[in-house]
């Protein structure tokens, strides 16, 4: 079976940092267009962070030059550098394929931006 796990979450201050990472099992990350998604509070999840297999990205203007998707895939792990955070960068983040695999979504992982 598949499982994707998030972690790295937390409560930072706007302008700060923080890097979020994503594990995978029973899935070949080197396979897959992959990428970092998210979910705020009272809306739909959407795709901010895609990264192909060749490591073309593609970000959402909303964090395009803030954040930064890292393939890393003898390891089978994705990462997400994010840099001066806004609060409205706060929600919940997820990683998955690109298209999304609907049965796989792990549980995510937390960011809260304090103003």
């Known amino acids: 079976q598949v499982q994707l796990v998030e972690f790295g979450g937390g409560l930072v201050q706007a302008g700060g940092s923080l890097k979020l990472s994503c594990r995978g099992s029973?899935?070949?990350?080197?396979?897959?267009?992959m990428g970092w998604y998210r979910q705020a509070p009272g809306k739909q999840r959407e795709l901010v962070a895609p990264?192909?297999?060749?490591?073309?990205?593609n970000y959402a203007d909303s964090v395009q030059g803030r954040f930064t998707v890292l393939r890393e895939d003898t390891s089978n792990r994705l990462h997400l550098q994010m840099n001066s955070l806004k609060p409205e960068d706060t929600g919940i983040y997820y990683c998955?394929?690109?298209?999304?695999?609907?049965?796989?979504w792990g549980q995510g992982t937390q960011v809260t931006v304090s103003s």
């Open positions: 998955n394929t690109v298209p999304a695999d609907e049965h796989i």
């Open positions: 029973g899935i070949i990350f080197s396979l897959n267009d």
């Open positions: 990264i192909t297999i060749g490591g073309t990205t």
